[in-house]
């Protein structure tokens, strides 16, 4: 069973709008983690929010915020003010368990800005 | 620290070859873990280790491949014999307990 999930396989925004990546995901473990990643074009693999189970709030990290809600199991990635830099895919990805902690990731979303 | 190091950043190699990818991952990180990236299949775990003992090694696509930490600094990932199917982009990733993953720059494979 897929373990996490994005269900959109492309996006489009226009520069300073925001915008929204969807990731679900499916666990029985009450301890995991949530991470975003961003991989460009030169394709590098950069982590951009994490987001634990436990945590009280939503993670945001400048211009990136975690939408959180963990009754649905989603955690969206939301980035503000979008930039032409910001053109890139993006992988939802979780970490479970209080033992060993295997890290496993989405299909991803391929996100285009445009002018 | 200078990150995950991985050797070598291209290959290209013939079919039937042994191919061995090598990762230095940060220092102090307990688990290591290697990706294969297709467009096909996306962005696979093959295996990980913690603390250089093999954890999971169900994504291991075939008996063609083997992976080995035989330090907390080293780790390689070999293909024997390779084919043309196993080109793709393989990366590896170590981290802290927990914490996320630091990811090299990744070994773009060409099987031809």
């Known amino acids: 069973a897929q373990k996490i999930t994005q269900t959109q396989p492309g996006m489009f925004v226009q520069e300073k709008e925001a915008v929204t990546l969807d990731c679900t995901y499916d666990?029985?473990?009450?301890?995991?983690?949530l991470f975003w990643y961003k991989q460009p074009s030169s394709g590098e693999m950069i982590f951009l929010i994490y987001?634990?189970?436990?945590?009280?709030q939503n993670a945001t990290e400048g211009r990136y915020s975690l939408n959180f809600q963990k009754a649905r199991k989603s955690a969206n990635l939301v980035i503000s003010a979008s930039q032409l830099g910001d053109s890139a895919m993006y992988f939802c990805?979780?970490?479970?368990?209080?033992?060993?902690?295997?890290?496993?990731f989405g299909t991803g979303t391929r996100l285009l800005v445009s002018p | 620290d200078a990150g995950v190091i991985q050797s070598p950043r291209h290959e290209v190699t013939e079919m039937g070859q042994e191919v061995t990818l090598r990762c230095k991952p940060i220092?102090?990180?307990?688990?290591l873990f290697w990706y294969r990236q297709t467009m096909m299949r996306g962005l696979e775990l093959l295996i990980y280790f913690n603390n250089n003992v093999p954890i999971d090694d169900s994504g291991m696509p075939e008996d063609r491949f083997s992976a080995k930490m035989p330090n907390a600094s080293f780790s390689t990932l070999k293909i024997q014999p390779s084919e043309p199917r196993d080109s793709a982009v393989y990366f590896c990733?170590?981290?802290?307990?927990?914490?996320?993953?630091?990811f090299g720059q990744g070994t773009r494979l060409t099987v031809v």
């Open positions: 220092s102090g990180h307990d688990y």
């Open positions: 990733a170590s981290s802290s307990r927990g914490a996320e993953a630091f």
């Open positions: 987001q634990g189970s436990y945590d009280q």
């Open positions: 666990t029985s473990d009450p301890s995991y983690g």
């Open positions: 990805a979780m970490r479970e368990g209080t033992g060993f902690q295997k890290l496993v």
